[in-house]
């Protein structure tokens, strides 16, 4: 299985809109994914007949949350389910599965942040996954800790792994002392108290804050990089291998795609088998 995490990049010039299902898969084919979380990333139309449902929960908390599934046909002419949660129809996340991958379903979690998306992966050794996208009130990393905990909490009660990648917008390697004592606590608490990993810390055999790989480019600037997005796996993977590369700058980051990379990581068999990450 292919798991890809991105950033798609709202581009704030074109009125705030996100893209599209049919431009990420688009530029996504390449990559050849089975399950791909998108941050930033536009709400399906709910008048679309390919809709399934759609619910609003008022225990979030928030003005408009949104959550929904659908069979929406990407440009390989494949179907795919999609599960989507957001601020407002322009602004969320989305969690999609392709046709003849393991199917998804969603994990309904009181007062989440509205765009995280925990989503049970029908595999034949079920796991949660999480997508993810932080925003910055209280904080980054106070956001990403409540998320990540809640969902954790939400796979215990299920029996089941959990998995989460995407864009946290934290990094131990920001400038303001604030910003980097807290992506430093984020990460050791997420080891030491939910039993996740990150992939790419795991592989490169690296402390928090010695990252050398970006994932994030600002204003597509090669010279103002960031390591924001993150793969985290249940501790016991440790022993299965773990790559990761990272594509061509001028590959991804560009105005008309995004100002991050997207992280894939590949699953070989089923969840405890051969892991296999990526950058492509």
């Known amino acids: 299985m292919r798991i890809t995490s991105w950033n798609c990049h709202r581009d704030k010039k074109q009125v705030g809109r996100g893209k599209s299902v049919k431009e990420c898969l688009k530029l996504l084919k390449r990559l050849d994914f089975d399950l791909v979380a998108l941050q930033e990333w536009r709400r399906l139309d709910p008048k679309d007949k390919r809709v399934i449902w759609q619910d609003h929960d008022p225990n979030q908390g928030v003005a408009v949350v949104s ?3 659908s069979r929406q046909m990407g440009p390989d002419g494949e179907s795919r389910s999609v599960i989507w949660r957001g601020t407002n129809p322009d602004l969320g996340v989305a969690v999609i599965s392709k046709e003849g991958a393991p199917q998804i379903k969603f994990v309904k979690i009181s007062f989440l942040h509205p765009t995280i998306v925990p989503v049970i992966v029908d595999a034949p050794e079920p796991f949660v996954f999480v997508g993810v996208w932080t925003h910055p009130e209280p904080s980054y990393a106070k956001v990403a800790w409540e998320a990540m ?3 954790a909490r939400a796979a215990d009660k299920l029996q089941l792994p959990m998995v989460a990648a995407g864009d946290f917008n934290i990094w131990p390697g920001l400038k303001k002392k604030a910003d980097k004592n807290a992506s430093l606590e984020f990460l050791k608490c997420v080891e030491s108290k939910l039993g996740l990993l990150s992939a790419y810390h795991h592989h490169y055999n690296r ?6 790989h970006a994932t994030h480019y600002f ?9 924001l997005d993150y793969c985290f796996v249940p501790k016991d993977w440790r ?8 594509g061509p700058f001028m590959k991804w980051c560009k105005p008309k795609h995004s100002d991050h990379c997207p992280m894939t990581v590949e699953i070989r068999g089923s969840t405890n088998r051969e892991i296999e990450a990526r950058w492509i």
């Open 67 to 69: 959550t929904q599934a």
């Open 149 to 151: 905990s809640a969902c």
């Open 207 to 212: 402390k928090a804050g010695e990252e050398r």
């Open 219 to 227: 204003q597509f600037k090669k010279a103002r990089v960031f390591h």
């Open 239 to 246: 022993k299965k291998l773990i790559t990761w590369e990272v």
